[in-house]
């Protein structure tokens, strides 16, 4: 079975840092790309940003140059460093992974509020 935890969501004021982490867990082979998304209230699902096996890293328009998707391929980790945060960020945060051999797997989600 594979397992997905997620944490570092929390309530920070705007200007402010969070890392968010989603480890990956069970008999793998390895993880392909890993990504993530946040869903705001009343907004659909979007893309925040994607990491591939390689390094090869995308991002989002309203989140380049603030946010930094990294992972650690011996801990099957992702990471979301996120700084100088926005009220707009508020949202739920989803990772998402392609596991070798099984398939697509999703987070069950952690929230982000930034508000003053």
């Known amino acids: 079975q594979v397992q997905l935890v997620e944490s570092g969501g929390g309530l920070v004021q705007p200007g402010e840092n969070l890392r968010l982490s989603c480890a990956v867990s069970g008999s793998i082979a390895s993880i392909n790309k890993m990504g993530w998304y946040r869903q705001a209230p009343g907004k659909q699902r979007e893309l925040v940003a994607t990491i591939t096996s390689g390094g090869t890293t995308t991002y989002a328009d309203s989140v380049k140059g603030r946010f930094t998707i990294s992972r650690d391929n011996a801990k099957n980790t992702v990471y979301l460093q996120m700084n100088s945060l926005k009220p707009d960020d508020t949202a739920v945060y989803y990772c998402?992974?392609?596991?070798?051999?099984?398939?697509?797997?999703w987070g069950q989600g952690t929230q982000v509020t930034v508000s003053s």
């Open positions: 998402n992974v392609l596991v070798v051999p099984y398939g697509l797997y």
